[in-house]
């Protein structure tokens, strides 16, 4: 044991001696190339650098590719727009974080419901070989699918396998299909009773209409004939009132649509997420209404002396205003208000909001959308007016960036302009309330003074509030002082 560790020191000692010699191999260029060359891309390729689909709103769960802003093998600096994205809310525009070389586009431009995380292209590092870039196994195994389609044909060799399904089908007497499968079984005259339903309660479904398409991938293999014998089957036994029926037909593109048939229509990504919203906030939220008239007479007169000066406003920017005022802390100026509407709720429950920032509705052709204009209580009508208005026409066009239009503590839906008296909007979560602005309207109205008749120009809000934060005696309240603010504009800081 002794000799053992007396030779291991001694092993030890030589090793650090060695190691402080200086030798010519290390130095010698024949060596410094062959290092070079192990390490290089030519042997292993370039290191990419991924670049993933990024979450560009709270509630985005997908995107889709609008257009690529650079091209593969084109320098990117940070900062640099990569793409744009069609997010819920807007198409915004994708950054770059790191500098580098584009290398490999994953996602090509026009691709739909992309998912959080996933890999839409590669880049390298500056003085790298983008065309030598290493595509990841993952990327790679999801494009090597296609050798697998000559496998298909070989199935059809056993023509019993697909009669189990008819037995599941004639149990019932009825065929349900979704509309993606009903087209393609009619666009290949294939009999939807051979399908194997895996949809609910029996559905089949589109992957069921492809898995018999790979089966019988010639249309004239398939016995086409039994099935306008069974479709009779399926319209002759009775249905209850009022139920849709489970073989609806589908019209054809480029022929006239018969009497009951149906077009399909694309969803884009954010009629989904208002489709959401919107179901979110109805079945979770319990909404109460209240109503008030608010007379627009000081508005309309004050509005007719700022256009005097050249200084053009809108009824809607004073509603804003008004709004705003009334959300207004307590301690600002001394005023008592009420900011207890001011409030979100969370899973931890309610919160109050430090800030007022009003949610305008704007409609657009993707869906309605709704950018904020923040600190609205200390702005102006002036320039709560040119907000409004560069606010709008951004939603329009698709270019609101993401801090437009997250947060807002409190909405507005304005449809006077489409002759809507009154209306009752839907609460936009997390927030409290929403505010229903309905057209103005002529009133014949009797004054306490005279007895006289005069004409008054009345405009009813409906507000929306959640019962769990706002109740009936202080949605009462809010409308109140709102009322009073609008009656009385001079009251509020317009400028």
């Not at 709004?323 to 409030?343: C, H, I, M, Q, W």
């Amino acid at each position: 044991m002794a000799a053992s560790l007396r030779m291991g020191c001694q092993g030890v000692i030589f090793g650090l001696r060695f190691a402080k010699l200086k030798t010519p191999w290390t130095s010698h260029p024949f060596h410094d190339n062959v290092r070079h060359f192990f390490q290089s891309s030519y042997l292993f390729g370039a290191a990419p650098v991924k670049v993933e689909m990024p979450a560009l709103s709270p509630t985005m769960e997908e995107g889709n590719i609008v257009k690529w802003l650079k091209k593969e093998g084109e320098a990117v600096a940070a900062g640099d727009a990569l793409c744009e994205i069609e997010t819920d809310k807007a198409v915004v525009t994708m950054e770059s974080n790191d500098d580098g070389v584009l290398a490999k586009i994953l996602m090509e431009e026009g691709s739909r419901a992309v998912r959080l995380g996933t890999l839409i292209a590669l880049m390298v590092e500056e003085g790298e070989d983008w065309k030598t870039v290493e595509i990841p196994p993952q990327v790679a195994a999801a494009g090597t699918p296609a050798p697998q389609s000559p496998v298909a044909p070989s199935l059809p060799a056993a023509p019993a396998a697909p009669t189990p399904p008819s037995p599941r089908a004639a149990s019932t007497g009825l065929l349900r299909l979704s509309p993606a499968a009903r087209h393609i079984l009619d666009t290949h005259g294939l009999d939807p009773q051979l399908a194997t339903p895996t949809g609910h309660r029996g559905i089949i479904t589109k992957e069921d209409a492809l898995n018999l398409l790979k089966k019988f991938p010639d249309s004239k293999m398939a016995p086409v004939q039994s099935a306008p014998a069974q479709r009779p089957m399926a319209t002759a036994a009775p249905l209850p009132p009022g139920s849709r029926p489970m073989y609806p037909p589908q019209s054809i593109p480029g022929k006239p649509g018969a009497p009951g048939t149906f077009s399909e229509i694309p969803a884009s990504n954010v009629r989904r997420v208002i489709a959401q919203r919107l179901t979110q906030s109805k079945t979770t939220i319990p909404h109460a209404y209240a109503s008030v008239d608010c007379n627009l007479g000081a508005v309309i007169q004050l509005r007719k002396e700022m256009a005097k000066a050249e200084i053009k406003v809108s009824v809607n920017d004073f509603i804003i205003k008004a709004a705003a005022a009334t959300l207004r802390d307590k301690s600002y100026n001394g005023r008592l208000e009420l900011p207890e509407v001011n409030v979100t709720w969370s899973e931890e429950g309610p919160q109050t909001l430090d800030s007022i920032s009003i949610s305008i509705a704007v409609a657009t052709e993707k869906g309605l959308i709704t950018p904020i204009i923040t600190n609205a209580a200390d702005k102006g009508v002036q320039e709560i007016s040119a907000n409004a208005k560069a606010l709008a026409q951004k939603a329009r066009d698709g270019k609101l960036l993401p801090h437009e239009y997250q947060g807002g503590s409190f909405s507005i839906s304005n449809l006077g302009m489409f002759g809507i008296t009154g209306f009752s909007a839907v609460i936009n979560p997390p927030q409290a309330c929403i505010l229903a602005v309905g057209t103005s309207r002529a009133v014949l109205h009797l004054t306490k003074e005279t007895g006289a008749l005069c004409t008054q120009q009345l405009m009813t809000v409906t507000l929306s509030s959640d019962g769990r934060l706002v109740d009936d005696e202080l949605a009462s309240r809010f409308l109140d002082k709102f009322r009073a603010n609008l009656e009385w504009p001079q009251r509020m800081a317009l400028a």
